[in-house]
């Protein structure tokens, strides 16, 4: 009954828009004016960084809702290289990294599928597996302005309970005339040494007097990253729920080449786990933009714009790791000698000895990315007042990835490891006797080959219209109808078995393979197929970590994965295919599809209130969305569970096809109040009902017994469920805004975020055919949570206030605070805040634009945040991390422009901790990019 009343609901909005938009047709039939009634807008050229910000300025004073904009400073000249290192600056806004690279954003604390990203106001596909943006797809040099809205309008596409990132692109008519502009810049990376080419271009001219014009950009760039890691995991603490016997070093105190019990296992800073990494990762980017726009009449504006994205990563990592306790799967236990203690009793310094394994690995995550949207708009202005608008889009992302990952282990054994702590430096001090080289002899142990190939698609189709009565209190009614379909499928790949080829054969000759093992060893009490010697390359970089005090082991071996793979299937091809050539594993693929139909009316009314000019405008957005998603699952109708409580195998794990439906709609009041108080004092206050549609992944279809571990007596289950609905929030904003000159201003403003429930993992018992498990499902919490914080920012331009040569001077501040609680009890006591938010973050920069030169000096920091509050010894935390970047320009001529860049000045170090700072889990070391270059325009 409830799904069904608010269809009515929704089918008498619908209803009430079409008749509104007849009738406001009707009316407007009558008025003798049917020229353009199209609203003035002032056009402010853009020629620098104080234009730039007097742009942005303008937009965010003029706009009714919350909102920021970041504007290019030239045509193809954007304010960061990177479109997610551009959105940074926006006060609220904080950037996840790959590889020192910005790729996702968080708007006041919320990321992944709490935003949504739009392409000139239509929603664009994404290459990533869930809802959430990867801006570094994107050039930057292709767009134009980026905006955000952080307060909703019934106008703008729901689903952001963070916000609307909308990236806008250039329209040809907007430039006058003829239009010309290319940069060429080399990038040199300080850890690799190596020089990338980037370049970008853009041209345009109008035609039949500037009623038709082509504008059309492309850019270009490859560059090497590389990236320094150490990561540890484990850290023994009983007050976090570990046992004396579960992650305690083992120290042979009175050495009889024994541990003797509990009383030889003490608490420990040094983790179970270290892994030293070194990531070189070529990243290469091809990318343009088409715009085309025809006005043949004063009353008829067509536009088509299309974007075009090609993005490739090789993702190598080359990686070592040991275990500083034991385990099953280590060579008997390992022997650890000359202990010492810090003052609370831990272990910070220890070698060891006997068997000691360090093994060698090599990590590749590539990504082969494409992303294009095609559209086109026509805007019909049939008389004075009505403007009548049908928009049609179509977008696509793919991720090809057929099985391209790997993770390959091989064994390696020294003589000893030395761990150090007592140095005083962020990382122990590490030496391994003897170092690792490419001649010494490994045992193969590990292959997994995987991949996720996504491929996401999108139709976009408005009709929108806005009318502007002639009514001194009624100034602007917008209305209008949508629909967007989007799918979303996955295919998933991975290796049967990365095993197969570890323990001399153990695994070959339990499946029935016959095997040759000439090349078995016995090293480290494990019998282990030999690897050639010809599989191992030399390491193939140098100054490991580079900016850390700490002794850390000296540069190691990789291998040569073609060749790894030709001496597995020298000893049995046929399992070398079958086990460790990645194949398509059907339970993991499937297909989600999302039809959203929209209604929205949005009433604005303008008039005065104590001589103060206010604008109000009123809106409600009615959607409705059907689900349906369809992949393949066990077939659970074939288990019968025998006496031991493992099933028949009776042909259960055979993959059945199996589809989802199910359906929801949601109502959603917004209000946006703009009081202008003088000309240049604006009083905002803005609160709407927001929604944030479930992870995509939640959706599908997804079985998965597991017969091995039991819960509560039954065996487990893991579930995917697509009659799930949308996160629901109410929020509400406040701000005031003093424009006090065109390029320098001041806010600040509130907000609040009361977040209904949570979509999360729900645990509880069911029956399915028959068989009660203990099932793991996505489902709706009972609790909630409430996110709320202050935004504040100061830009000034010095121009009116310094002499020469010092009135080219300005800068730009912004801080802001995000606290969080939970309504759920247990994580209310615990203080933790949501993953991902720093508590403060800021930004500073400081320009000069004085003579045709430019510089910029910004400086981006932000607070620390939870990553994972349940890892093992405590929450995890990535610490606060701040980034100095530069640029500066000289225009020898009206023409030509030099320019050089540089990113990470400082050569800033990203690291985090387990619940206390000195427990370090990981630390990254991504160096320093300087570019320079020179750009023409005509």
């Known amino acids: 009954m409830a799904t069904t009343t608010r269809k009515t609901y929704l089918s008498v909005l619908i209803s009430s828009i079409l008749a509104s938009s007849v009738s406001f047709a009707a009316t407007a039939q009558q008025q003798e004016n049917d020229s353009k009634a199209e609203e003035d807008v002032e056009v402010i050229e853009v020629t620098g960084i104080r234009s730039s910000i007097?742009?942005?300025?303008?937009?965010?004073?003029?706009?009714?809702?919350?909102?920021?904009?970041?504007?290019?400073?030239?045509?193809?000249?954007?304010?960061?290289?990177?479109?997610?290192?551009?959105?940074?600056?926006?006060?609220?806004?904080?950037?996840?990294?790959?590889?020192?690279?910005?790729?996702?954003?968080?708007?006041?604390?919320?990321?992944?599928?709490?935003?949504?990203?739009?392409?000139?106001?239509?929603?664009?596909?994404?290459?990533?597996?869930?809802?959430?943006?990867?801006?570094?797809?994107?050039a930057s040099e292709l767009v134009g302005a980026l905006q955000v809205y952080k307060s909703p309008e019934a106008r703008l596409i729901e689903g952001g309970i963070g916000a609307v990132v909308d990236i806008e692109t250039r329209k040809p008519l907007d430039q006058d005339g003829f239009t010309l502009s290319a940069s060429a810049k080399g990038i040199y990376e300080s850890r690799t040494g190596d020089v990338h080419p980037h370049a970008s271009f853009i041209i345009g001219d109008n035609f039949n007097d500037d009623t038709f014009g082509v504008l059309f950009s492309g850019a270009?760039?490859?560059?090497?990253?590389?990236?320094?890691?150490?990561?540890?995991?484990?850290?023994?603490?009983?007050?976090?729920?570990?046992?004396?016997?579960?992650?305690?070093v083992p120290v042979d105190m009175n050495g009889n080449g024994e541990i003797d019990g509990q009383s030889e296992i003490f608490a420990s800073k040094i983790p179970s786990y270290m892994y030293f990494a070194n990531a070189q990762d070529v990243r290469e980017r091809v990318g343009a933009t088409l715009a085309m726009q025809w006005r043949p009449t004063d009353t008829l504006d067509i536009n088509f714009d299309a974007l075009y994205s090609r993005y490739n990563t090789d993702g190598h990592r080359y990686q070592i790791g040991f275990v500083n306790y034991d385990e099953s799967w280590t060579p008997g236990t390992p022997v650890f000698t000359d202990a010492e203690f810090d003052d609370t009793g831990r272990v910070v310094s220890m070698t060891q000895t006997g068997n000691t394994m360090v093994e060698l690995l090599n990590l590749t995550n590539p990504r082969k990315t494409d992303t294009y949207q095609f559209a086109l708009n026509a805007k019909w202005y049939p008389m004075d007042g009505l403007t009548l608008a049908v928009d049609v889009a179509h977008s696509k992302a793919k991720n090809d990835n057929g099985g391209d990952n790997r993770f390959i282990v091989a064994r390696g054994f020294i003589d000893s490891i030395g761990i150090d702590y007592t140095t005083g430096n962020m990382l122990p001090d590490v030496t391994l006797s003897p170092g690792l080289t490419a001649d010494q002899s490994y045992g193969a142990h590990y292959s997994r080959n995987t991949g996720t190939g996504v491929e996401d698609t999108v139709n976009?189709?408005?009709?929108?219209?806005?009318?502007?009565?002639?009514?001194?209190?009624?100034?602007?009614?917008?209305?209008?109808?949508?629909?967007?379909?989007?799918?979303?499928?996955?295919?998933?790949?991975?290796?049967?078995?990365?095993?197969?080829?570890?323990?001399?054969?153990?695994?070959?000759?339990?499946?029935?393979?016959?095997?040759?093992?000439?090349?078995?060893?016995?090293?480290?009490?494990?019998?282990?197929?030999?690897?050639?010697?010809?599989?191992?390359?030399?390491?193939?970089?140098?100054?490991?970590?580079?900016?850390?005090?700490?002794?850390?082991?000296?540069?190691?071996?990789?291998?040569?994965?073609?060749?790894?793979?030709?001496?597995?299937?020298?000893?049995?091809?046929?399992?070398?295919?079958?086990?460790?050539?990645?194949?398509?594993?059907?339970?993991?693929?499937?297909?989600?599809?999302?039809?959203?139909?929209?209604?929205?009316?949005?009433?604005?009314?303008?008039?005065?209130?104590?001589?103060?000019?206010?604008?109000?405008?009123?809106?409600?957005?009615?959607?409705?969305?059907?689900?349906?998603?369809?992949?393949?699952?066990?077939?659970?109708?074939?288990?019968?569970?025998?006496?031991?409580?493992?099933?028949?195998?009776?042909?259960?794990?055979?993959?059945?096809?199996?589809?989802?439906?199910?359906?929801?709609?949601?109502?959603?009041?917004?209000?946006?109040f703009k009081l202008s108080i003088t000309d240049d004092l604006i009083y905002?206050?803005?609160?709407?009902?927001?929604?944030?549609?479930?992870?995509?992944?939640?959706?599908?279809?997804?079985?998965?017994?597991?017969?091995?571990?039991?819960?509560?007596?039954?065996?487990?289950?893991?579930?995917?469920?697509?009659?799930?609905?949308?996160?629901?929030?109410?929020?509400?904003?406040?701000?005031?805004?003093?424009?006090?000159?065109?390029?320098?201003?001041?806010?600040?403003?509130?907000?609040?975020?009361?977040?209904?429930?949570?979509?999360?993992?729900?645990?509880?018992?069911?029956?399915?055919?028959?068989?009660?498990?203990?099932?793991?499902?996505?489902?709706?919490?009972?609790?909630?949570?409430?996110?709320?914080?202050?935004?504040?920012?100061?830009?000034?331009?010095?121009?009116?206030?310094?002499?020469?040569?010092?009135?080219?001077?300005?800068?730009?501040?912004?801080?802001?605070?995000?606290?969080?609680?939970?309504d759920e009890p247990e994580l209310k006591e615990s203080g933790l805040p949501f993953r991902g938010m720093s508590k403060n973050s800021y930004n500073a920069v400081?320009?000069?634009?004085?003579?045709?030169?430019?510089?910029?000096?910004?400086?981006?920091?932000?607070?620390?945040?939870?990553?994972?509050?349940?890892?093992?010894?405590?929450?995890?935390?990535?610490?606060?991390?701040g980034q100095l970047d530069a640029s500066m320009s000289y225009n020898i001529s009206d023409q030509f422009t030099v320019f050089a860049e540089a990113t990470n000045l400082t050569n800033e170090r990203y690291w985090g901790y387990t619940k206390r700072t000195d427990q370090v889990s990981y630390l990254e070391r991504f160096g320093t990019q300087v570019a320079l270059g020179v750009r023409a325009s005509f």
């Open 54 to 138: 007097k742009e942005s300025n303008f937009r965010k004073k003029e706009a009714t809702t919350v909102v920021d904009v970041v504007v290019a400073d030239d045509i193809g000249k954007f304010p960061d290289e990177n479109l997610a290192e551009a959105l940074q600056r926006i006060p609220g806004i904080t950037i996840t990294r790959n590889g020192g690279e910005g790729q996702n954003i968080l708007v006041r604390g919320l990321g992944g599928g709490y935003n949504i990203t739009t392409l000139n106001g239509r929603k664009l596909a994404s290459e990533n597996s869930g809802r959430d943006f990867n801006f570094d797809t994107i």
């Open 846 to 881: 400081v320009y000069y634009e004085q003579y045709g030169f430019q510089a910029r000096l910004a400086y981006n920091w932000r607070s620390k945040f939870l990553s994972d509050p349940d890892a093992w010894g405590g929450p995890y935390w990535i610490s606060d991390y």
């Open 460 to 672: 976009d189709f408005k009709f929108t219209g806005t009318f502007v009565p002639e009514s001194d209190l009624v100034t602007r009614v917008d209305f209008g109808l949508t629909y967007l379909e989007q799918t979303k499928s996955q295919l998933e790949y991975a290796s049967k078995n990365a095993s197969q080829f570890s323990n001399g054969g153990q695994y070959l000759e339990r499946d029935g393979y016959e095997f040759d093992d000439s090349t078995v060893v016995n090293v480290g009490d494990f019998n282990l197929f030999e690897i050639p010697s010809d599989v191992f390359v030399e390491a193939n970089f140098d100054n490991f970590l580079e900016g850390e005090s700490s002794i850390t082991p000296e540069p190691w071996p990789s291998f040569d994965y073609d060749k790894l793979l030709a001496y597995y299937r020298s000893i049995n091809a046929e399992a070398t295919d079958k086990s460790i050539v990645a194949s398509l594993n059907s339970s993991g693929t499937y297909e989600v599809t999302e039809e959203v139909l929209t209604a929205y009316a949005q009433v604005t009314l303008e008039s005065t209130l104590a001589n103060m000019p206010y604008m109000l405008n009123v809106g409600i957005r009615g959607s409705q969305t059907e689900v349906s998603s369809k992949g393949s699952v066990y077939d659970l109708s074939l288990i019968d569970l025998q006496e031991d409580g493992k099933p028949l195998e009776n042909g259960w794990r055979e993959t059945v096809e199996q589809s989802f439906k199910g359906d929801y709609s949601n109502i959603l009041p917004s209000m946006n």
């Open 684 to 822: 905002r206050f803005s609160a709407a009902q927001v929604i944030s549609r479930p992870s995509l992944g939640y959706l599908r279809p997804w079985l998965a017994p597991n017969f091995d571990t039991y819960r509560e007596g039954l065996p487990q289950l893991s579930m995917g469920d697509s009659s799930l609905t949308p996160e629901e929030a109410n929020q509400a904003d406040m701000t005031l805004e003093w424009y006090f000159e065109d390029s320098s201003s001041l806010s600040g403003g509130v907000f609040v975020k009361d977040l209904k429930s949570f979509i999360d993992y729900v645990e509880s018992p069911v029956e399915i055919e028959g068989v009660r498990y203990f099932a793991s499902y996505p489902g709706k919490s009972k609790y909630g949570a409430t996110i709320k914080g202050a935004e504040f920012a100061y830009q000034q331009s010095l121009e009116n206030l310094l002499p020469e040569p010092f009135n080219g001077l300005g800068f730009q501040l912004n801080y802001t605070y995000v606290d969080s609680s939970y």
């Open 220 to 248: 270009y760039s490859k560059k090497t990253l590389r990236a320094d890691t150490y990561s540890a995991s484990g850290f023994f603490d009983e007050e976090e729920g570990w046992g004396a016997d579960s992650a305690g």
